[in-house]
C-alpha cells in the first residue's frame, strides 16, 4: 500500500482532547455501553463496499486487543462470534500504531436485510444493520453529499438518510475540516449519526483528506473490494447503472497547486493525470449499454483543471451525471457542447459543514428510464434536476429566419420557441441546416469554447444556456454566418428559407483586442503607456484597405492603414501614453473596448518602525484610527474594507526550516460566529499575517494566519511542491480553540520540520498537526510583501502577481511579530508575558511591529526628479485632497547643475485644484519639488492627505507629475507612498497574453474627418468599409422595394435624417426590431440626446451601443422597463410597448378604454398599455388590422414601428406637446 503522508509526533493535549472526544462519542451511541476499561470504539462501525452478496465494516479502537462480529437476518439470533485482529499495517498517529479492524461480510444474498454487532475485550459493543444490494432493482435510491467538514448538519442528514433509506451513500470528499493528516477529524463524519452504522458509503478523495489515514479508512478496502487500475480511482454497477468515483486532486490539486504559483507539475503527477484519464475512457466505454453512467469527483466542473482534463471525456463516454463539490456552492450546468446539451448535467453541491438554503445534500430515485435528483435543504426539497435516459427530446415552432438578401459574412437572425417533449431536461438550442452544413445557436460560451462542432461562432441573444425542465418552452434567438455568395438554403425543423448573399465590398472588423502596460514581457501596472493589438478580418469578397483607429474615450487618437485580400486576417498595433491617471475605455476600430486603468497619486502612508532591527518597516493603508488595548498599549484599528498593513520585503530573511507568526488582536463583538461580522462583505480567510501573493487556491503564500468562516483560525506553510500546501486548524472539537471576539488575544501559529505545526490563543495550544512526510523546500516567494489585516485571495492572476480579489480583517491590533524559526510552547507563553520585550529566540526575530503611536512616523516625503526648465519660473499647479489635520508641504528646489541645490521656497497647499505664483522663488536651470505629507493618526477619524498633480511652468517649458509612473521617477521617505487602486479591485482574469507578431501599417494623420464616428439604429452591428474600387456602396434603402406598403414613410424619414441604414444600406423593413433600435430611432426624431457616461447592469440586456439612448429615454418617461426595472434593450419590441412609447413621448393618454372595444383581441392588451393604445386610437394614430385585432404581444415589424412612429409624431397637437 503506498503511504502518501507520515504522522510523526502528537502533542499530550491532542491525546487528551482525543479521549475526551471518544467518551463524547460513545455517550452517542445507543446500541454501545459504557464498560469499565480505557479502552473503547474511537470510530465506528461504518460500511463500505456495498455489492449484492458482500459488505464491508470497519471501525477503530482506543485499545489493540482482537475484537469480535457476530451477524446475521434475524436482529435477536446473530450468528457465532468471529475474531477480528487489527490491521497490522495500519500507519502510526502520534507514535502509536491505529487500531484499526476491518470485516468482510461474504456470501450474502442479494438485497437482504442484516444485522450485526462489533464487541470489543472489554465488553463494550456497537449494533448496526444493512441491507445488500439488489441484483435487478425496479427502483435505486441513493443519497450524495460533499465537503461536510464539521458536518453541523448532521443531526438533519442523519434523519433524513433513514426516512429516505437509500441503497448506498456517496460521498463526494473533504470529512475533515484542517488535512487528512489531522487524523481526529475524522470523527466528524465516521460518528456523526446512526446512519454511519447502518447505510454503507462509497467515498471520492478531497482535497482535504488525502493521508495515510484516509487510504486506512477508506480507500485501502475500496481498492481491494472494487479493483482500482489508478489509486483512488474505483466503479461498480447497481442494476443497470454504472459509477465511477475518481480522486480529482491530482489535476485539481497537485497540478493546479504547481502552475499556478509559477512552476510545473512533476512527473509522477503528469503520469498520474494521464493514467486517469485514460482509465475513465476505457471504463465508460466497455459501459456504454448501461441505462445511466454517473460520475463523481470533488472538484466540480467550473474548476478549470477538471473543465481541461474530464469535460471532453465525460460528454464523449455519455455520462449522464457529474456530482462534485469543493466550492461549497450549489450549481448546475450542462455541456458547452450544442451537440450534447443536457446530455450531460453537472450538479455541485452546497457545502454540509452548515446549513444553507441553498442545500447540504441530494437524493437520487432512478426508476422506469428517469433519473430524479432533489437538492435538499433542512429536510426539504429546494430544487430538483431530472434527466432520462432519452436525450434533448426538443420539437420547434414559430420559426423566425431573417429574410435576404444579404452582403456574404452577414449574421442572420433566426429564432424558434423550443419546447422540451422528453421526460428529463433539456437544453434549448437550435441546429440550423446552412445548405446541407449544421450549425447551432446555442448558449454565449466566449469564456468557455466559443464555437459550435462545425467551427461557427456561438451568438445568442440570451446570456448562457437556457435549459427546459419537461414540457416547458422558451424562445431562444440568434445568429448564424452565411460564407459565401450564393443561394442559400436555411432550414430549421420544416421551416426553410431561400436567402441570397450577395457580393460585398472591402469590409472589416477589429477583433481579438490584448492590452499591455509597459514596455516589458507583461503588463506593469504602474506604467502609463499603453500597447494594443487588435485583428483585423477582411470580411468581404475583394481587397482593400482597413483604417484602424485606436479610441480612446470616443476620441479617435492614432490611425494606421492595412491593406487585406479578402478574407484576410492582420494584426494592428498602437503604442499610446496616457498624460492623466483614470479609467478608460480603449477599443479599435468597431472592436469590443476595453478598460485600462493608470495609476496616480500620492498621499501620507504612516509608517511603522521595525522593533527587531531588520528594517523590516511597516505601511499603514487606507486611514486606520488608533486606541488602546487593555494594558494601555497603543493599537491600530483595521475597518476590514480599505485599512491594512503592508510590509515590503527587503528580502533580508529566509525561512527554511520553521517560522512562528504572531499578531495580538481584539476582533469585533457580534452574535454568532460568522466571518460577515469581522468583514463588511462576508470574505472568509480574513487574514491575521500573510507572507505572498494570496491565501486562495494553490500554494501562493510562504505563510498565512488567519481566520475562518467556522471562527477558528488556520495557519498554513507554502513548499514547493505538487503537495503545496501544508496547513492545520484550530482543533473544533475542542470549544476552547478560535477566535475570542471582544477580547485580547495573541494569536500565534508555528510550525518546523520536525514537530509540526502549533497554534496557540493566549497560551493555549488550539491546534496540532505532525510534520509532514515531505522535505520539499518552503516557498519564500521572494518580493512579494507580508501582510497584516490584508490577502488577495482566489485563483493566481500569475503575470499579475496576485489572487483575482482580497479579503480584509476588522479589528484592533496591537503587536505583530515574525521568526524565522518555531517557538515551543514555553517560549510563546514567554513572549505573551512580557510582550514589550524582546523575548526568547530574538535573534530569529524578523519582523517586530508595535502599534503604539510613538512607533509609528506620520511624516513623508516624496522627491521628484530634477527636471530641466528654459526660463524663470512661473506658475505651479496642483490638485490636492487634504483633510482634517493633516497637511501638505510643497518645497521648490532650484539648481544650477541638476545636482546641487542653489536656492527653494516652500508653500502649503490647500484642498481642491489650486495654482501658486512661482515668480521671484528662485533661479536656476533645474527644478525639483520636495512634498511633506503629514498624515494624522485619531481615535475618532485619521486623516490621510493626497496628491494628484503637479503642473509646474517655467519659461516656455512645462513639467507635469499626473500619473504614477511620473511620481516613480522622483523617491519617497518615511511616512509618504502611493496607494494603488488595483489592490482594490476584485478582476475576473489575468494580463491579456501578448505574446505574437504584429504586421506592419501605414501611419494615418488623424484629423477631424477620419475621426468622425456615427451611430445608427444598426450601430450594434456597425462595420468599417473602406473601397479600392470606383464602384460605390449600394444607396441607402435600397433593400425598400417601392412597392412595399410602409415605403413613403420610410423614405420619408431617411430624408429627415432619421433613418440611415445599416453598413450595407439595408433598412430591413420587415424584420423585427428590439427595444434599443426602436429608441435610438425616437430619440434621433425628438432630437434626445444619448445619455454620457451611461453605465447599465448586465441584467438590462442591452448593447453597450445604446446604453446612454436607453437611459436618456427612460429620463424623458418614454421607457421604464419589466417590472423589475430592467430596460431589457436587446429583447425583440412588442406592438403594445411600441405604442406606449410612442404614446409618452407624445404625452397621450385617454382613461376612456370604450374606444379599443371594437377590436376583438382588446383584452390581451397588457394593463399597464390600456391607456396608452386608448389614446392613441383616440387620435388617429392607430387603427389595427384588417381582422379588426391589435395583436399586442406580438413582435413588431421594423416598418410597423417607423410607420406609428412617423404618423404620431407628425400630427400637430402631438407634435406640439412632443
Known amino acids: 500500500m503506498k503511504k502518501r503522508m507520515r504522522a510523526r509526533n502528537q502533542h499530550l493535549k491532542r491525546l487528551l482532547s482525543l479521549l475526551l472526544t471518544v467518551v463524547m462519542v460513545l455517550a452517542m451511541i445507543p446500541a454501545a455501553f459504557a464498560a469499565d476499561t480505557a479502552s473503547g470504539f474511537v470510530i465506528g462501525p461504518y460500511l463500505l463496499a456495498p455489492k449484492t452478496t458482500s459488505m464491508v465494516a470497519v471501525w477503530e479502537t482506543s485499545g489493540s486487543e482482537p475484537t469480535t462480529i457476530r451477524f446475521g437476518t434475524d436482529a435477536n439470533a446473530l450468528g457465532d462470534a468471529v475474531t477480528v485482529e487489527r490491521d497490522p499495517e495500519a500507519p502510526a498517529y502520534g507514535g502509536v500504531?491505529?487500531?484499526?479492524?476491518?470485516?468482510?461480510?461474504?456470501?450474502?444474498?442479494?438485497?437482504?436485510?442484516?444485522?450485526?454487532?462489533?464487541?470489543?475485550?472489554?465488553?463494550?459493543?456497537?449494533?448496526?444493520?444493512?441491507?445488500?444490494?439488489?441484483?435487478?432493482?425496479?427502483?435505486?435510491?441513493?443519497?450524495?453529499?460533499?465537503?461536510?467538514?464539521?458536518?453541523?448538519?448532521?443531526?438533519?442528514?442523519?434523519?433524513?438518510?433513514?426516512?429516505?433509506?437509500?441503497?448506498?451513500?456517496?460521498?463526494?470528499?473533504?470529512?475533515?475540516?484542517?488535512?487528512?493528516?489531522?487524523?481526529?477529524?475524522?470523527?466528524?463524519?465516521?460518528?456523526?449519526?446512526?446512519?454511519?452504522?447502518?447505510?454503507?458509503?462509497?467515498?471520492?478523495?478531497?482535497?482535504?483528506?488525502?493521508?495515510?489515514?484516509?487510504?486506512?479508512?477508506?480507500?485501502?478496502?475500496?481498492?481491494?473490494?472494487?479493483?482500482?487500475?489508478?489509486?483512488?480511482?474505483?466503479?461498480?454497477?447497481?442494476?443497470?447503472?454504472?459509477?465511477?468515483?475518481?480522486?480529482?486532486?491530482?489535476?485539481?490539486?497537485?497540478?493546479?497547486?504547481?502552475?499556478?504559483?509559477?512552476?510545473?507539475?512533476?512527473?509522477?503527477?503528469?503520469?498520474?493525470?494521464?493514467?486517469?484519464?485514460?482509465?475513465?475512457?476505457?471504463?465508460?466505454?466497455?459501459?456504454?449499454?448501461?441505462?445511466?453512467?454517473?460520475?463523481?469527483?470533488?472538484?466540480?466542473?467550473?474548476?478549470?483543471?477538471?473543465?481541461?482534463?474530464?469535460?471532453?471525456?465525460?460528454?464523449?463516454?455519455?455520462?449522464?451525471?457529474?456530482?462534485?463539490?469543493?466550492?461549497?456552492?450549489?450549481?448546475?450546468?450542462?455541456?458547452?457542447?450544442?451537440?450534447?446539451?443536457?446530455?450531460?448535467?453537472?450538479?455541485?453541491?452546497?457545502?454540509?459543514?452548515?446549513?444553507?438554503?441553498?442545500?447540504?445534500?441530494?437524493?437520487?430515485?432512478?426508476?422506469?428510464?428517469?433519473?430524479?435528483?432533489?437538492?435538499?435543504?433542512?429536510?426539504?426539497?429546494?430544487?430538483?434536476?431530472?434527466?432520462?435516459?432519452?436525450?434533448?427530446?426538443?420539437?420547434?415552432?414559430?420559426?423566425?429566419?431573417?429574410?435576404?438578401?444579404?452582403?456574404?459574412?452577414?449574421?442572420?437572425?433566426?429564432?424558434?420557441?423550443?419546447?422540451?417533449?422528453?421526460?428529463?431536461?433539456?437544453?434549448?438550442?437550435?441546429?440550423?441546416?446552412?445548405?446541407?452544413?449544421?450549425?447551432?445557436?446555442?448558449?454565449?460560451?466566449?469564456?468557455?469554447?466559443?464555437?459550435?462542432?462545425?467551427?461557427?461562432?456561438?451568438?445568442?441573444?440570451?446570456?448562457?444556456?437556457?435549459?427546459?425542465?419537461?414540457?416547458?418552452?422558451?424562445?431562444?434567438?440568434?445568429?448564424?454566418?452565411?460564407?459565401?455568395?450564393?443561394?442559400?438554403?436555411?432550414?430549421?425543423?420544416?421551416?426553410?428559407?431561400?436567402?441570397?448573399?450577395?457580393?460585398?465590398?472591402?469590409?472589416?472588423?477589429?477583433?481579438?483586442?490584448?492590452?499591455?502596460?509597459?514596455?516589458?514581457?507583461?503588463?506593469?501596472?504602474?506604467?502609463?503607456?499603453?500597447?494594443?493589438?487588435?485583428?483585423?478580418?477582411?470580411?468581404?469578397?475583394?481587397?482593400?484597405?482597413?483604417?484602424?483607429?485606436?479610441?480612446?474615450?470616443?476620441?479617435?487618437?492614432?490611425?494606421?492603414?492595412?491593406?487585406?485580400?479578402?478574407?484576410?486576417?492582420?494584426?494592428?498595433?498602437?503604442?499610446?501614453?496616457?498624460?492623466?491617471?483614470?479609467?478608460?475605455?480603449?477599443?479599435?476600430?468597431?472592436?469590443?473596448?476595453?478598460?485600462?486603468?493608470?495609476?496616480?497619486?500620492?498621499?501620507?502612508?504612516?509608517?511603522?518602525?521595525?522593533q527587531s532591527g531588520k528594517g523590516n518597516n511597516g505601511y499603514l493603508h487606507g486611514a486606520p484610527t488608533i486606541g488602546t488595548d487593555d494594558k494601555g498599549n497603543g493599537t491600530i484599528i483595521l475597518d476590514g474594507d480599505k485599512d491594512y498593513v503592508e510590509i515590503p520585503d527587503n528580502q533580508n530573511f529566509t525561512i527554511d526550516n520553521g517560522i512562528t507568526g504572531m499578531v495580538w488582536a481584539k476582533l469585533p463583538v457580534s452574535e454568532g460566529t460568522g466571518i460577515n461580522t469581522l468583514t463588511p462583505n462576508g470574505r472568509d480567510h480574513n487574514p491575521l499575517m500573510t507572507k505572498g501573493v494570496s491565501i486562495g487556491w494553490g500554494t501562493n503564500y510562504l505563510y498565512r494566519m488567519a481566520v475562518r468562516a467556522t471562527g477558528k483560525v488556520t495557519v498554513g506553510i507554502g513548499f514547493n511542491n505538487d503537495n503545496g500546501e501544508f496547513f492545520w486548524n484550530d482543533d473544533d472539537a475542542d470549544p476552547n480553540a478560535g477566535i475570542k471576539k471582544g477580547e485580547w488575544v495573541q494569536y500565534v501559529g508555528g510550525f518546523d520540520r520536525t514537530t509540526g505545526g502549533d497554534s496557540y490563543q493566549n497560551k493555549y495550544n488550539s491546534g496540532h498537526i505532525d510534520a509532514p512526510a515531505f522535505d520539499s523546500e518552503i516557498k519564500n516567494w521572494p518580493g512579494a510583501s507580508t501582510y497584516i489585516g490584508f490577502s488577495y485571495t482566489g485563483a493566481l492572476l500569475t503575470n499579475r502577481g496576485r489572487g483575482v480579489d482580497r479579503t480584509m480583517l476588522a479589528g484592533e491590533v496591537s503587536q505583530a511579530r515574525m521568526y524565522q524559526s518555531k517557538l515551543t510552547e514555553a517560549e510563546v507563553a514567554a513572549v505573551a508575558d512580557a510582550p514589550s520585550a524582546a523575548g526568547p529566540k530574538s535573534d530569529d526575530l524578523v519582523l517586530w511591529l508595535n502599534f503604539d503611536p510613538k512607533n509609528i512616523v506620520q511624516t513623508g516625503t516624496h522627491t521628484t526628479e530634477w527636471a530641466e526648465i528654459s526660463g524663470a519660473p512661473a506658475s505651479l499647479a496642483y490638485k490636492a485632497e487634504i483633510p482634517g489635520k493633516s497637511a501638505i508641504q510643497a518645497t521648490v528646489e532650484f539648481s544650477k547643475d541638476g545636482k546641487t541645490v542653489s536656492g527653494s521656497k516652500a508653500f502649503n497647499l490647500k484642498t481642491g485644484e489650486n495654482t501658486i505664483d512661482l515668480t521671484g522663488a528662485g533661479e536656476g536651470k533645474y527644478v525639483r519639488i520636495v512634498t511633506k505629507f503629514t498624515s494624522n493618526l485619531g481615535t475618532e477619524q485619521t486623516d490621510i492627505p493626497v496628491l494628484y498633480t503637479y503642473t509646474l511652468k517655467a519659461g516656455e517649458s512645462t513639467a507635469a507629475w499626473n500619473t504614477y509612473a511620473d511620481w516613480a521617477k522622483g523617491t519617497f521617505a518615511d511616512g509618504a507612498g502611493h496607494q494603488s487602486s488595483d489592490a482594490y479591485r476584485a478582476l475576473s482574469e489575468d494580463f491579456d497574453d501578448y505574446a505574437g507578431e504584429v504586421d506592419e501599417g501605414k501611419p494615418v494623420e488623424q484629423t477631424a474627418a477620419s475621426s468622425e464616428t456615427t451611430q445608427t439604429s444598426s450601430a450594434a452591428t456597425a462595420e468599417t468599409t473602406t473601397e479600392t474600387k470606383p464602384e460605390q456602396p449600394k444607396e441607402a434603402g435600397w433593400d425598400v422595394d417601392d412597392s412595399h406598403w410602409a415605403a413613403e414613410t420610410i423614405r420619408a424619414m431617411m430624408a429627415e435624417g432619421v433613418l440611415e441604414g445599416d453598413a450595407d444600406g439595408r433598412i430591413r423593413p420587415d424584420d423585427k426590431i428590439t427595444r434599443e433600435e426602436m429608441i435610438w430611432v425616437m430619440n434621433t426624431m425628438l432630437g434626445i440626446k444619448p445619455k454620457a457616461d451611461t453605465k447599465l447592469d448586465a441584467a438590462d440586456r442591452s448593447s453597450e451601443w445604446a446604453y446612454g439612448a436607453l437611459a436618456a429615454a427612460k429620463d424623458a418617461g418614454i421607457l421604464q422597463g419589466d417590472e423589475f426595472g430592467y430596460l431589457c434593450g436587446s429583447d425583440y419590441a412588442t406592438r403594445a410597448e411600441i405604442i406606449t412609447m410612442i404614446a409618452r413621448a407624445c404625452k397621450v393618454s385617454s382613461d376612456d378604454h370604450s374606444i379599443l372595444d371594437g377590436f376583438t383581441d382588446a383584452a390581451d392588451i397588457p394593463d399597464w398599455a390600456v391607456s396608452a393604445l386608448a389614446g392613441m386610437a383616440a387620435q388617429g394614430s392607430l387603427s389595427g388590422y384588417t381582422d379588426d385585432t391589435l395583436q399586442p404581444n406580438d413582435q413588431i415589424t421594423r416598418a410597423e414601428a417607423f410607420s406609428l412612429l412617423y404618423e404620431a409624431i407628425t400630427v400637430e397637437a402631438p407634435a406640439q406637446a412632443a
Open 97 to 610: 500504531q491505529t487500531n484499526i479492524y476491518r470485516y468482510k461480510f461474504s456470501e450474502l444474498t442479494p438485497g437482504t436485510r442484516y444485522y450485526y454487532e462489533v464487541a470489543l475485550a472489554n465488553g463494550e459493543t456497537s449494533r448496526g444493520t444493512f441491507r445488500t444490494l439488489e441484483e435487478n432493482p425496479t427502483e435505486i435510491r441513493y443519497i450524495s453529499i460533499t465537503d461536510t467538514h464539521k458536518f453541523d448538519t448532521k443531526a438533519t442528514f442523519d434523519a433524513a438518510v433513514a426516512d429516505y433509506d437509500p441503497a448506498f451513500i456517496i460521498h463526494g470528499g473533504d470529512m475533515v475540516e484542517g488535512t487528512g493528516t489531522q487524523k481526529e477529524q475524522y470523527a466528524f463524519w465516521f460518528n456523526s449519526g446512526e446512519f454511519i452504522h447502518n447505510y454503507p458509503v462509497v467515498y471520492a478523495c478531497g482535497n482535504h483528506d488525502f493521508s495515510d489515514y484516509f487510504d486506512m479508512y477508506v480507500i485501502d478496502t475500496q481498492t481491494e473490494e472494487y479493483g482500482s487500475a489508478v489509486a483512488g480511482n474505483i466503479s461498480f454497477d447497481y442494476g443497470n447503472v454504472h459509477f465511477d468515483l475518481m480522486d480529482s486532486n491530482p489535476w485539481a490539486l497537485f497540478q493546479m497547486n504547481a502552475e499556478t504559483s509559477g512552476g510545473k507539475m512533476d512527473a509522477a503527477t503528469a503520469d498520474k493525470i494521464e493514467k486517469s484519464v485514460q482509465w475513465l475512457k476505457d471504463d465508460l466505454s466497455k459501459n456504454q449499454d448501461k441505462a445511466f453512467r454517473i460520475l463523481v469527483m470533488h472538484h466540480p466542473i467550473s474548476d478549470p483543471y477538471t473543465k481541461m482534463h474530464i469535460a471532453s471525456v465525460a460528454e464523449a463516454g455519455h455520462v449522464d451525471m457529474m456530482l462534485a463539490g469543493h466550492t461549497h456552492s450549489y450549481a448546475r450546468a450542462v455541456s458547452d457542447q450544442p451537440t450534447v446539451g443536457a446530455g450531460t448535467i453537472y450538479l455541485t453541491h452546497q457545502d454540509s459543514r452548515a446549513v444553507s438554503a441553498k442545500g447540504s445534500y441530494m437524493t437520487h430515485t432512478i426508476k422506469d428510464g428517469v433519473l430524479t435528483t432533489q437538492n435538499m435543504a433542512n429536510g426539504g426539497v429546494v430544487g430538483t434536476t431530472v434527466t432520462a435516459v432519452d436525450k434533448q427530446q426538443l420539437a420547434y415552432s414559430n420559426i423566425s429566419i431573417q429574410s435576404g438578401p444579404v452582403p456574404c459574412n452577414s449574421e442572420i437572425e433566426i429564432s424558434a420557441t423550443i419546447t422540451n417533449t422528453g421526460k428529463g431536461m433539456a437544453a434549448a438550442v437550435i441546429p440550423v441546416d446552412d445548405n446541407g452544413t449544421i450549425k447551432y445557436i446555442y448558449g454565449d460560451l466566449e469564456s468557455d469554447s466559443g464555437l459550435s462542432t462545425s467551427g461557427e461562432p456561438v451568438r445568442v441573444s440570451s446570456n448562457g444556456v437556457k435549459t427546459l425542465e419537461p414540457g416547458e418552452s422558451i424562445e431562444l434567438s440568434g445568429t448564424v454566418t452565411l460564407t459565401e455568395i450564393g443561394k442559400h438554403t436555411v432550414k430549421v425543423a420544416d421551416v426553410s428559407k431561400d436567402i441570397e448573399v450577395q457580393f460585398r465590398p472591402a469590409t472589416f472588423s477589429y477583433t481579438n483586442v490584448r492590452t499591455k502596460l509597459g514596455g516589458g514581457e507583461v503588463s506593469d501596472i504602474g506604467s502609463d503607456i499603453l500597447n494594443i493589438k487588435a485583428d483585423i478580418t477582411n470580411i468581404g469578397n475583394e481587397d482593400g484597405t482597413a483604417t484602424a483607429t485606436l479610441y480612446v474615450g470616443d476620441e479617435a487618437t492614432l490611425s494606421k492603414q492595412y491593406t487585406l485580400k479578402a478574407g484576410e486576417v492582420k494584426t494592428c498595433e498602437f503604442t499610446y501614453q496616457f498624460e492623466q491617471a483614470g479609467e478608460f475605455s480603449v477599443r479599435i476600430g468597431d472592436s469590443a473596448p476595453e478598460t485600462v486603468y493608470i495609476e496616480g497619486s500620492i498621499q501620507g502612508m504612516p509608517m511603522v518602525v521595525d
